[in-house]
């Protein structure tokens, strides 16, 4: 019999295993980037091997008791699993990417460290069934980040790194004061525990505030632009596809076992569809490329509360698929970005143009993967969307569901217009044609992205078959 | 408990021995920390043999556990000290460290509020000797401010004792909880008498508003004794006696509801966290930025003290021993930033972390444990005093107290940026990482803070908990 807790419990550790050897093979002259790289592909394939096994309904549990109902507690359920599959697979593949693009620096191995070290704490949120748990991996997430975005050591570099640790590191209070909250009220922190509990209505705004902070939604939502000053395989790992996936995650996790008040639920259908429209509006403004796309990922987050919040098998299936579609194709837009950058050294999109011609590669895998952010069928980001619409029909207020609409509407337009700019427009400056557009592990990574987000959408009935029966949303 | 004598003699032996050897290079060194060692191991033995006895009031539990926490401070303040001290007098300075040693040892084991006063000056003379020992105009003007603070606080702490022996006829724990105990309902001259006890210890402690001794003492004084006083001195002369304070006031009106006096405390307290928090930001100098915190973090443990639930007081012991870990840790880096520079002045020198990774990252580890942020030990006490204060209603309290540590955060992003991150400036071309006998103490914390962080029940089960069956 295959061991399957065994399973869950080196998902979570081996990334931590693979973090702490990098400094230390280091000394041994081994390359940090391939010893990240290993650890990532092996946390990725023990999560698919989980993700499967729990198909079959088999659920791992993992239990160390300790003191005051802090049990550390892991509980591999298809959420979770599913959840660690996507994020430790674009993690991989960003990784791969990262192998052109970190340059030898005497920030290597700690860039790697980090990346890893946010690797196991995502793999232990995942599972963590306990609040206290919960927060400490949360916290981990948010010391890696702040030492990932802050990988240049530019004055102002440091300055917005520290800016996106102390607004992630306010709003993650919230969840501590949450945790304290429950405590106090229901006497446990466990989430099996409170299984078809109700929590005062305080604790939940706490929950809410906190997973919007992490998610950067509007109020919350500056930190994340800002933090566009990181290398790009970071921003693409932790603003894109990973990092603010955690607050709607651990949002959508906690609420599957604490019954959501319902008009907490609506509030967040408005504050999320209010984010949604202020971000895609900012995008249309934006000229650097970078701003452009992290607004872009506020006003696609906002999609991911909205689904969460209708709830039910539907809704949290919709929210499930948003997440992985919109991991890849917006992972695979930040490291377009990446690249763009690379070869004419600016974000700023006034100064492109005609890019199109100079780099067809990354224009056909940026134009798919945007293609999959704005919904067009038959990406898998018209899917997901679709899905929060059929969802949202006759569960979510009416008004909530137009103002998503016109949030989708924006979408089309600012990406419309970026695609545009930067590549078809008429260049303001003229960039030569070379025979490589990049180094090859960048645009490979790119391009499996663009593809994955085509073939995620022509075969959408395995991901959406997959979660409509573990969370029971059948069509 | 008799045995416990030998952590108060066999220190002052050595500090006597010390003295004679004044000459010697080496041996001063070696002999304190051997016999600081020994201390160390014998405290844990002991602890450990009698856990599960049952005592009188945890008193015993409680001064067992302060025992290892002096002898593991002291210790790794003597053997940094061996490389940091750069005097031609090794003789005597290791011999104060001994003196100092054996009087917190002395206030932590006595059973007597007089005792606790004598041992509490021996304390304190020692430090003033400590903190002027370089006969620098500032570090003398340091210790002369601590001299006049500490000694109205010893006039405090003297009136109060003998009020308190005129008014319950005896001075011992065991007979003040009896007497105590029984004149409930006529509460009002033991609140007065205790409550100026608490404002003396305070003034001890360096609380706000009567923190102005710290910054001074701590900036001036050399590094490893900075990282003493910080570390523990400021805790067993202040800190301790206060908690033993507060466990008196929770038996006076016990059960009725929180104590007024207890409240005024918290006060205080929440008043520290915040102020020593924002003070905090402006510092220009490493040093004097870890005193302002050592003034807010000392905040945390008196309002959990002076709350005296179970649960709290586990919390302020918890953050006892996690503020003596990682605020002697930093004090350390700052010793070697000071060596290896000269200066530990903000923003006068950027990325050190290239010339000294190790430094830099032992510190990072220190600044985000004092943040509370997990995974490192500062965050579980943290939680337990949140959750106390949530728990017992002090729910704004609570909330101020926590969102406080957003502000530890900034200011230490601040000192991050301006010293350790940020690109390289020219003027640390020469700056060299300092050698293993400054690291190894610090590896060492830093290997607690870590630990202790991931495996918190290790220190709940064996240290909090006992302590936590007695009280209840």
């Not at chain 2, 006895?53 to 001064?63: A, M, P, R, T």
């Not at chain 2, 005792?115 to 002369?144: C, D, P, Q, W």
């Not at chain 2, 870590?450 to 209840?472: C, D, E, M, R, T």
């Amino acid at each position: 019999m295959f061991d399957i807790t065994g399973l869950m419990i080196f998902t979570v550790l081996f990334p931590f295993v693979g973090a702490l050897l990098i400094p230390i093979l280091k000394h041994f002259k081994l390359d940090s980037g391939k010893v990240a790289l290993f650890t990532a592909a092996g946390t990725f394939v023990s999560a698919f091997l989980l993700c499967y096994y729990v198909s079959f309904g088999l659920f791992p549990v993992y239990r160390i008791p300790m003191p005051l109902g802090m049990d550390f507690h892991l509980l591999g359920d298809a959420m979770s699993a599913f959840m660690a599959a996507a994020a430790s697979f674009l993690s991989f593949i960003i990784m791969y990417y990262s192998q052109g693009y970190i340059k030898e620096s005497a920030y290597k191995a700690e860039f790697y460290f980090a990346a890893m070290l946010f690797l196991g704490a995502m793999m232990g949120l995942v599972f963590s069934a306990n609040l206290a748990w919960i927060f400490v991996f949360w916290e981990i997430t948010a010391l890696c980040s702040w030492r990932l975005v802050g990988y240049f050591r530019a004055d102002s570099d440091i300055a917005k790194a520290n800016k996106t640790f102390l607004i992630t590191v306010f709003g993650a209070l919230f969840l501590f004061l949450a945790l304290v909250a429950i405590a106090n009220s229901n006497g446990t922190i466990d989430l099996t525990e409170l299984r078809g509990a109700t929590i005062p209505f305080y604790a939940t705004l706490f929950i809410i505030l906190a997973a919007f902070s992490k998610s950067a939604i509007f109020p919350f939502s500056s930190w994340l632009p800002d933090a566009g000053v990181a290398p790009s395989p970071v921003t693409a790992l932790l603003h894109a596809a990973v990092l603010v996936k955690i607050g709607v995650f651990a949002f959508a996790k906690i609420f599957t076992f604490i019954i959501l008040d319902i008009t907490a639920a609506e509030l967040v259908m408005y504050v999320a569809a209010i984010s949604s429209l202020i971000a895609g509006a900012a995008a249309l403004k934006e000229t650097n490329i970078k701003r452009v796309i992290a607004y872009s990922t506020i006003s696609q987050l906002g999609f991911i509360f909205f689904a969460i919040a209708i709830g039910g098998g539907l809704g949290t299936t919709a929210a499930f698929l948003f997440i992985l579609m919109h991991g890849v194709a917006k992972g695979g837009l930040f490291l377009c970005a990446g690249i763009i950058e690379h070869k004419t050294h600016t974000k700023d999109i006034t100064k492109m143009g005609g890019l199109a011609k100079v780099m067809p590669i990354t224009a056909l895998a940026f134009g798919f993967c945007a293609l999959s952010v704005m919904g067009i069928p038959p990406f898998g980001g018209f899917f997901s969307k679709f899905m929060v619409f059929l969802a949202a029909a006759g569960e979510a207020p009416t008004m909530a569901i137009v103002l998503f609409a016109f949030a989708a509407l924006l979408t089309l337009a600012y990406l419309t217009r970026l695609f545009h700019i930067v590549f078809i427009a008429s260049p303001k400056q003229n960039f030569t044609k070379s025979k490589h557009e990049a180094p090859h592990q960048m645009m490979i990574s790119v391009s499996v992205l663009a593809i994955l987000s085509l073939l995620l959408g022509l075969f959408v009935q395995w991901p959406l078959g997959y979660l409509s029966t573990m969370f029971g949303g059948a069509l | 408990m008799l045995l416990n004598g030998i952590f108060v003699i066999i220190p002052v032996i050595g500090a006597v021995i010390c003295a004679f050897l004044n000459k010697q290079k080496q041996a001063p060194g070696l002999l304190a920390n051997i016999i600081l060692l020994f201390g160390f191991l014998i405290s844990l033995h002991i602890f450990f043999m009698s856990l599960g006895q049952e005592w009188f009031f945890g008193e015993d539990v409680l001064s067992a556990f302060m025992l290892i926490m002096i002898y593991m401070v002291a210790l790794a303040v003597a053997f940094f000290a061996v490389f940091a001290a750069s005097t031609k007098r090794r003789g005597s300075y290791f011999a104060i460290l001994l003196v100092i040693t054996a009087g917190m040892a002395g206030v932590v084991c006595s059973q007597d509020l007089f005792t606790l006063y004598v041992f509490l000056e021996v304390v304190a003379v020692a430090s003033f000797v400590l903190i002027a020992f370089y006969n620098r105009e500032k570090s003398t003007e340091g210790a002369i401010r601590y001299f006049y603070l500490s000694s109205i606080a010893s006039a405090f702490i003297l009136f109060a004792i003998s009020l308190l022996l005129l008014y319950t006829g005896d001075t011992t724990y065991e007979g003040l909880v009896k007497t105590i105990l029984q004149t409930q309902g006529n509460s009002a001259p033991l609140n007065i008498i205790l409550g100026t006890l608490a404002v003396a210890l305070m003034i001890k402690t360096g609380l706000f508003p009567f923190h102005s001794w710290t910054p001074d003492a701590y900036e001036s004084a050399s590094s490893p004794i900075s990282a003493l006083l910080a570390g523990i001195v400021t805790k067993v002369a202040g800190t301790y006696a206060l908690v033993l304070v507060c466990m008196l006031l929770s038996i006076v009106n016990f059960g009725i509801e929180h104590n007024t006096v207890g409240k005024a405390i918290m006060w205080f307290g929440l008043g520290s966290i915040v102020f020593g928090a924002l003070a905090a930001q402006e510092q220009k100098d490493f040093k004097r930025m870890l005193a302002y915190s050592s003034i807010s973090q000392m905040g945390y443990i008196t309002i959990a003290a002076a709350l005296a639930t179970p649960l709290a007081m586990a919390g302020a012991l918890f953050h006892i021993f996690n503020h003596a870990t990682f605020k002697t840790l930093l004090f350390f880096c700052a010793g070697n930033v000071k060596k290896a520079t000269g200066t530990t002045a903000i923003n006068e020198m950027r990325g050190l972390q290239e010339k000294m990774p190790y430094t830099s990252a032992t510190a990072t580890i220190g600044m985000l444990a004092t943040a509370g942020l997990p995974p490192f030990s500062g965050f579980w006490s943290k939680l337990f005093i949140i959750a106390a204060l949530w728990q017992a209603g002090f729910i704004g309290m609570s909330v101020t107290a926590l969102f406080a540590s957003v502000l530890t955060l900034a200011y230490f992003l601040k000192l991050q940026r301006g010293m350790f991150f940020g690109s390289a400036s020219k003027n640390i071309a020469n700056v060299k990482e300092q050698g293993m006998g400054f690291l190894i103490p610090c590896f060492a914390l830093a290997f607690i803070i870590i630990a202790v962080g991931i495996y918190f029940p290790f220190i709940y089960n064996n240290f909090l908990s006992p302590f936590i069956k007695v009280l209840q």
